[in-house]
């Protein structure tokens, strides 16, 4: 599964590093967009996949965007994913606060997942709700087996929970 980590901080790399130690995905299949082309490099030194300077280089072709920026980064997201994401890709946003209505609207694609981390996610030892629109079925990539999985040591898994 190709999953694209928008936002680089805390919780991306959490989850990305996750994902790549439960083989979720790959390295290969593993990107990460960073703010800006001048903040890559850093980015890069985590060695968790590939770093992407612009989102016209890694949106497309992505399984299942994860949208990990800080709520008052999310209005200058949503500018540059302006049309690039496609409505087969699945957008899973842990942002707080951000309603999947304002997902929907401001990314113009139907399927929306919207997830809460919480703090033991960082170690492996949390769980995570999740709510979607209808458009995500159980076979998504992000509705469970998958990304939610580094979360479920504890035998709890996400579900829709309603929104
Ligand atoms: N921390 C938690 O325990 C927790 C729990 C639940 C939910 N959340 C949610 O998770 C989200 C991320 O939190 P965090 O603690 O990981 O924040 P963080 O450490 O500040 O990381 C946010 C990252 O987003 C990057 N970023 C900002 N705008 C970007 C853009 N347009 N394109 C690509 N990258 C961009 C920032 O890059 P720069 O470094 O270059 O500024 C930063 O690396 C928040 O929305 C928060 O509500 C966090």
Redesign the pocket.
């Known amino acids: 599964m190709k999953i694209l980590i ?9 989850y990305g590093r996750s994902f790549v130690r439960s083989h979720i995905t790959s390295r290969l299949d593993l990107r990460l ?4 082309p001048e ?1 890559v490099p850093a ?1 890069a030194l985590h060695d968790i996949g590939t770093v992407w300077g612009h ?1 016209s280089e890694c949106v497309p072709g992505a399984d299942l965007l994860i949208l ?4 008052q ?2 209005p ?2 949503f500018e ?1 994913l302006r049309g690039l994401v496609q409505p087969q890709q699945v957008v899973l946003s ?5 309603r999947i209505d304002t997902l929907r609207e401001a990314l113009g694609t139907p399927k929306i997942i919207r997830a ?4 033991p ?2 170690i492996g030892m949390g769980m995570t709700a999740f709510t979607s629109t209808d458009a995500v079925t159980r076979a998504e990539p992000g509705t469970g087996a998958e990304p939610a999985q580094h979360h479920r040591q504890d035998g709890v898994r996400g579900g829709r929970i309603g929104y």
């Open positions: 928008i936002g680089g901080g805390n919780m991306g790399l959490t967009l960073a703010r800006s903040r980015l989102p990990a920026v800080k709520p980064d999310s200058a997201l540059s842990i942002m707080a606060g951000v809460m981390p919480n703090l996610a960082q």
